[in-house]
C-alpha cells in the first residue's frame, strides 16, 4: 500500500511553509521558532543552526533588521509522506529582497531551493523537523 497525505496534512504542511516565509516577510520572525520542533535544524542560513531556541534567537535577529523589506515566492512545491506523522518535501525560492528606502528591484535576489523534513507533533500541528537551503541562482 502507498502512503498518502491526508488533503488535510497536505494543507496544514503548505500553510506551515507559506507562514515560515510570512513572519520573515512581514517583520514577524521573532515568531519563527513555533513553527520548529523542539529538535529541529536549520541549514544554509548562515551557520547551521541546532534546536528550536537557536532558530528563534535567529529569527529574532532577523526581526530586528529594519529597513529590510523581502518576498519570498514559492513555487513547484512536492510533498511526500514518510509516515502518518513524517513526510518530506522540496521546493524553489524565489527571494526579492531590498535594503533601505524606496522600491527595490524587480529582479529576484537569488533562488534557492528547500529540501523539508516536516512532523505532526503531539498537539496536531505540523511543525519543520529539518530545513536545508541551498543556492541555485545568484551573485557569486
Known sequence: MTLQLLPEDRAAIEELIQR???LIDHGEANRIGELFTQDATLHGVGACKVGRAAIAAWGAERAAMRGRRSRHV???ILIEPV???AARGWLVLT???HDGPGLG???PLLICEYADRYRKE???AWRFAERRLAMLFGEA
Open 20 to 22: 515560515h516565509a510570512w
Open 122 to 124: 503531539p498537539d496536531g
Open 105 to 107: 528591484s524587480a529582479a
Open 74 to 76: 514559492h513555487s513547484n
Open 83 to 85: 509516515s502518518p506523522d
Open 95 to 97: 527571494l526579492y529582497r
